[in-house]
């Protein structure tokens, strides 16, 4: 935040990626300012090929995504060998998963582990950059209520670094960020395998096929969001609680044994980023910017929000 302060204007979104990376890279796999590395690099080329047209050519968004997927894996490979040869594992994700054994005894492969810090470190910065990023938006977008948000910052007094208990004590900000991912989800659904017949709304679908389902398209249902194109963290208060009135009716997550793993994750740094940025800052949006939604492969303003930040 003091660089941005520094800088005073500034396309937004790029420095959110690199902000989101280095928070996920550091509680992952303990690397510090891991946006300035090759990674970061691979990283951004990986994910503009992931929802491409599967052609596998040299210049084609896919081919370039699956040449950096591999130098990416190879860069992991090369952390978890090291990590492997240390006496004892650091803290974090990647030393879980080190330490990790099933009921027989047996550790993860490298294939394995490899994957599954790819996997974890999209979960913890794609999906991350884009609702905070939203959130930026949408504040500039709605003064009164960012005005509302930072008055229950301001009276929280908060001088030191921000503690669980202080989390605890922003229900205002909890229902603007609801709002935030209700509005603008950073995903757009997900994939079930069906696993017994079923029928709906006249429909047959058979066991085994595959279906979708939509996260921004359940989230505009009337009878749950009245006004679902307003965003109105009203919705969310205690009074209302439009997230617990149905079943699966809020979905940001997706929902059930599948929720995203990542959750509480998200939550928690999305709610330290937004109360550290109110109680710091100020930013406006900059004039003849084009702020229509890119959303694959997660949303994101076209323009890359240009702000001024004061």
Known sequence: IDKWLQ????????ELRDYTFDVACSLLISIDNASQTKLASYFETWVKGLFSLAINLPWTSFGKALKCRKEMLQEIEKIIVNRQQQPKHQNDALGILLEAKDEEGNSLTLEELKDQILLLLFAGHETLTSAISSF????????????????EQENL??????TSENLKEMPYLEQ??????????PVGGGFRK?????????????????????????????????????FDPERFSPENMVDKQKRF??????????????????????????????????????PDQNLEMINIPSPRPSDGLKVKIF
């Open 7 to 14: 800088t005073k204007e500034l396309t937004w979104y790029p």
């Open 249 to 286: 009716g809020y979905v940001p997550f997706g929902g059930g044994l599948r929720e995203c793993l990542g959750k509480e994750f998200a939550r928690l740094e999305m709610k330290i980023f937004a109360s550290l940025l109110v109680r710091k800052c100020h930013w406006e949006l900059l």
């Open 194 to 230: 069906v696993i017994q017949e079923f029928e709906f709304e006249g429909y047959r679908i058979p066991k085994d096929w595959t279906v979708q389902y939509q996260i921004a398209q359940t989230h505009q249902e009337s009878d749950t969001f009245p006004n679902y194109q307003t």
């Open 176 to 185: 603007v960020l609801k709002e935030v991912l209700r509005l603008i989800p």
């Open 136 to 151: 930026s938006l949408l504040m500039a977008q709605h003064p009164e209520i960012l005005e509302k948000v930072r008055k």
């Open 157 to 162: 007094n908060i001088t030191e670094d921000i």
